[in-house]
């Protein structure tokens, strides 16, 4: 097993906003994503998850002094304990497509770590943090709005944690591995209902094809931060995992 020490050249993003929803997918849709040796999280037989984030980043990034937003869109994995942090790993997750209003930002994740972006002429993305809404189009249409019930982030207890993260990165025909530290406040919840407010339009190029039929009640897990509550995520350079035919 890697110890921390492999983990190495650590970098601190500051972060101000954190939605990110877990939904259910035939898992059909998201093997031919999948390199070899890593493995999709399957809740229930020919049933995968990909997960789908709002990111808030405040100005005092390394990247941009300003503040943007990020919108993730990634495949759930099992993670590799043989690269792991202090603790074990809470999730893995591999990226399929990420957007962000900061062209600084997806310069730095294509280059740096081979992170499949989404530069369109006119992405409109947004964060509303009274609302706790993230919304994101482009000149094909709307993407996506991502939102909870607006009687969540004022009744939700919000517990203070942190976790280990796994990221799984493709790069030069090879297999990589890292982790992100996380620490802030953090609320998580199942509820049957807690997807209701979010609107997907999965047919857009955004998503690669995979389709997730109704996210709503398609919708697995929702965990966030409070809004404009700043907190920390160290992101370790990714080390070698193995070599892709």
Known sequence: MASKATLRNPVAWYLDFELYYTFEVALELLEPFLPQGVAPMEIRPHTGLIGMEAIGFTEDNFIDREQFAELSFSACVHADLRFIGTNLPKSAFLPLHIAANSSSFLDYA??????????????????????????????????????????????ASFEKKTLEIQLFIIKNKKLYATCMTWSGKIFESQADDIGKKCSINDRHSFFKGINMKDPARNCYMVWMSPPRDRHKVTYHQPVEVRGLA
Do not use: M
């Open 110 to 155: 294509a280059s740096a770590d081979n992170i499949p972006v989404y530069k369109p002429k006119n992405l409109q993305l947004a964060i509303d943090y009274d609302q706790y809404t993230l919304s994101c189009a482009d000149e094909s249409g709307d993407i996506v709005e991502l939102a909870v019930p607006t009687t969540i982030p004022q009744s």
